[in-house]
């Protein structure tokens, strides 16, 4: 099993920057994968990165390629997302995921943490 808590959320004004933490325990080892997710009010989830555990190859959706960056420091167990030139359409609520293996779908998730960004 393993457990995730993200932090580093907050309210920002457009055009700012912040940092989310996901910090992983348990059976890390045997994750895939860690992803970054987000979902705004009345919204589907949708997927923002991920970054592969052991290999460190990163994948960033259209939307925030060139804003956001995924990276994981597999000493502390942690993943990051630094987000940058922040938008009002970013605010949702983000949460980090664990897959397991390739093509699986995420099986852990976190309890996710505020992103608001006001104009």
């Known amino acids: 099993q393993v457990q995730l808590v993200e932090s580093g959320g907050g309210l920002v004004q457009a055009g700012g920057s912040l940092r989310l933490s996901c910090a992983a325990s348990g059976r890390t080892f045997s994750t895939y994968a860690l992803g970054w997710f987000r979902q705004a009010p009345g919204k589907e989830r949708e997927f923002v990165a991920a970054?592969?555990?052991?290999?460190?190859?990163?994948y960033v959706a259209d939307s925030v390629k060139g804003r956001f960056t995924i990276s994981r420091d597999n000493a502390k167990n942690t993943v990051y997302l630094q987000m940058n030139s922040l938008k009002p359409e970013d605010t949702a609520v983000y949460y980090c995921?664990?897959?397991?293996?390739?093509?699986?779908?995420?099986?852990?998730w976190g309890q996710g943490t505020q992103v608001t960004v006001s104009s």
């Open positions: 970054v592969t555990w052991s290999g460190g190859n990163t």
């Open positions: 995921a664990a897959q397991v293996a390739y093509l699986s779908t995420y099986d852990y």
